[in-house]
């Protein structure tokens, strides 16, 4: 048992098996769904929802944490299925697959601690709209006349409804009377008993697609080995392993928050990357972490490797011998099922802290939120962390300050407070009155620090200034990172810097 543990971490057997069942049942549609977005046949999305989930849950560094065949990557996946076939897609999988094992063994995933809590909280409201609009695509069916989807209507849509809201209204009040069993799990079942009973005319799993089907097999991708080939999936796998990567990394940060504990970045980005190369080899999408099943199965209590293991493995069981019974499930259930997600994904406090935060958080929240909705998540989230980014590099630049001073023995002392990179030089390069000042200035860097070649090339800038009226500056107070900047700095600019034994700064560069 203690090696067990060591490997499943500590768990409840009862709570795992039963919230991986929960998710397995919530799998099933979401990875027939992304199927037809990607223009694939939904085998293929069902056998990526069990190789992702099954080989993430094992090896990967967040424990509870569910993968699987995601919208976000099926988007990007339709224009290479649709210009090249299925072929290049399993291809590009792999590739997506390498390039993700390669991000993670060089250690790049602790990048995700620099996305700002703004860019979080709009990731996580745009991923909670785009699941809730996503649940409304289940409630039409194929038109009549076959050129097409509509709406459902009449008794069909009352019925429906009904049972949705029934859903919703199981998971809400059950965990009152206990929480020994997942509400989800009870929510669905009740609501597929009555469909089934009474006969309700209802649309099932089995409307979407049929599941069944035998064992993935091995398949090296049918493509041509040679150059052409990867020019043509190369781009595309770098989007895909791209938006996996961060959609698994800030998935991971999430269920972090929620379980309060810490997963690890590298180990699931290779874990991520294993288990894409192994899926294109077996015929599946790809995938990544899902974050509305990765809240089914933290809320239903699961906190180990286990619940991920049994969801993997049900899946499978559900395609190899159980179709038939599945196929039954309403589709009503499921969606009262990610309906409830998206209501506990919501980050619904931002509404309270938008008017407290600065307005250029409140800009970016909004901003991600939009983006994720209107594009998809990668493009949003770079974009947060731009607009973050050049916030910050704005704020830091316009705070840059000088303390000018004269001494008794007529020395002009600057004291610099605030970095000086790319967007302080002009601020600082404008503190200084050259043509005014005395003989000999000193410039302290005692509150600052030179951050890039930037902020060199500004300091040459004022030195040189100063040097083309025969006047003196010493530079006092240069920590030893600055020192080396300006050392290594020193074979491509010409930096005017006196010797001066007295404040112990750098060798004479003049």
């Given at each position: 048992m203690p090696y067990i543990e060591r490997f499943f971490g500590k768990f409840d057997f009862k709570i795992e098996i039963l919230a991986g069942l929960t998710v397995a049942?919530?799998?099933?549609?979401?990875?027939?769904?992304?199927?037809?977005?990607?223009?694939?046949?939904?085998?293929?999305?069902?056998?990526?929802?069990?190789?992702?989930?099954?080989?993430?849950?094992?090896?990967?560094?967040?424990?509870?944490?569910?993968?699987?065949?995601?919208?976000?990557?099926?988007?990007?996946?339709?224009?290479?299925?649709?210009?090249?076939?299925?072929?290049?897609?399993?291809?590009?999988?792999?590739?997506?697959?390498?390039?993700?094992?390669?991000?993670?063994?060089?250690?790049?995933?602790?990048?995700?601690?620099?996305?700002?809590?703004?860019?979080?909280?709009?990731?996580?409201?745009?991923?909670?709209?785009?699941?809730?609009?996503?649940?409304?695509?289940?409630?039409?069916?194929?038109?009549?006349?076959?050129?097409?989807?509509?709406?459902?209507?009449?008794t069909a849509l009352y019925i429906m409804l009904g049972l949705v809201a029934l859903t919703m209204l199981i998971i809400h009040f059950f965990p009152r009377l206990t929480k020994a069993i997942p509400a989800s799990l009870v929510g669905i079942v009740v609501v597929?008993?009555?469909?089934?009973?009474?006969?309700?005319?209802?649309?099932?799993?089995?409307?979407?697609?049929?599941?069944?089907?035998?064992?993935?097999?091995?398949?090296?991708?049918?493509?041509?080995?040679?150059?052409?080939?990867l020019r043509i999936i190369f781009p595309y796998s770098l989007i895909l392993a791209g938006i996996g990567l961060i959609e698994s990394l800030l998935t991971l940060s999430l269920v972090d928050e929620l379980t309060e504990t810490r997963g690890r970045a590298n180990k699931e980005?290779?874990?991520?990357?294993a288990a894409n190369?192994?899926?294109?080899?077996?015929?599946?999408?790809?995938?990544?972490?899902?974050?509305?099943?990765?809240?089914?199965?933290?809320?239903?209590?699961?906190?180990a490797r286990i619940s991920g293991i049994v969801a993997a493995v049900s899946l499978l069981c559900f395609i190899l011998f159980a179709s038939s019974l599945?196929?039954?499930?309403?589709?009503?259930?499921?969606?009262?099922?990610?309906?409830?997600?998206?209501?506990?994904?919501?980050?619904?406090?931002?509404?309270?802290?938008?008017?407290?935060?600065?307005k250029m958080d409140a800009f970016v929240l909004l901003l991600v939120s939009i983006l994720t909705v209107v594009f998809d998540l990668a493009i949003a989230v770079i974009a947060g962390v731009i607009a973050s980014a050049l916030a910050f590099a704005w704020n830091s630049a316009v705070r840059i300050r000088a303390r000018k001073w004269m001494d008794d023995k007529g020395v002009k002392h600057y004291e610099i407070w605030g970095p000086l990179f790319f967007g302080s030089t002009a601020h600082f390069q404008e503190k200084f009155e050259v043509a005014d000042d005395p003989e000999e200035v000193i410039i302290d860097f005692k509150e600052s620090r030179i951050v890039d070649h930037s902020g060199i090339e500004a300091l040459n800038k004022v030195t040189a200034r100063y040097a083309k009226l025969n006047k003196k500056v010493r530079l006092k107070h240069l920590s030893p990172d600055c020192l080396k900047l300006i050392d290594n700095a020193s074979s491509i600019i010409e930096v005017n810097i006196y010797e001066d034994p007295h404040y112990g700064v750098v060798t004479d560069k003049i």
């Open positions: 049942l919530a799998l099933v549609p979401e990875a027939v769904a992304f199927a037809f977005v990607a223009g694939v046949p939904p085998l293929v999305g069902l056998y990526a929802a069990f190789m992702v989930c099954l080989i993430t849950s094992v090896f990967g560094g967040r424990p509870g944490m569910i993968s699987g065949a995601t919208g976000a990557l099926a988007v990007v996946m339709v224009t290479l299925v649709a210009n090249h076939g299925v072929e290049y897609l399993f291809a590009s999988v792999v590739l997506m697959g390498i390039i993700q094992v390669a991000f993670g063994g060089l250690k790049l995933g602790k990048f995700i601690r620099l996305v700002p809590e703004p860019v979080i909280f709009g990731f996580v409201n745009g991923l909670a709209i785009v699941i809730f609009l996503a649940q409304f695509g289940q409630f039409k069916v194929p038109s009549t006349s076959g050129d097409g989807m509509e709406w459902i209507s009449g597929s008993a009555i469909a089934i009973l009474f006969g309700l005319p209802t649309k099932s799993v089995g409307d979407l697609a049929s599941i069944k089907g035998d064992l993935p097999a091995f398949h090296i991708p049918s493509v041509p080995f040679n150059f052409e080939t980005c290779v874990a991520q990357g190369i192994v899926t294109g080899f077996f015929g599946g999408m790809g995938g990544c972490a899902m974050i509305g099943q990765s809240i089914i199965n933290v809320s239903s209590g699961a906190r599945i196929e039954k499930v309403p589709v009503a259930a499921l969606v009262g099922v990610m309906f409830m997600v998206c209501y506990g994904t919501f980050e619904w406090t931002s509404f309270k802290v938008l008017s407290k935060i600065p």
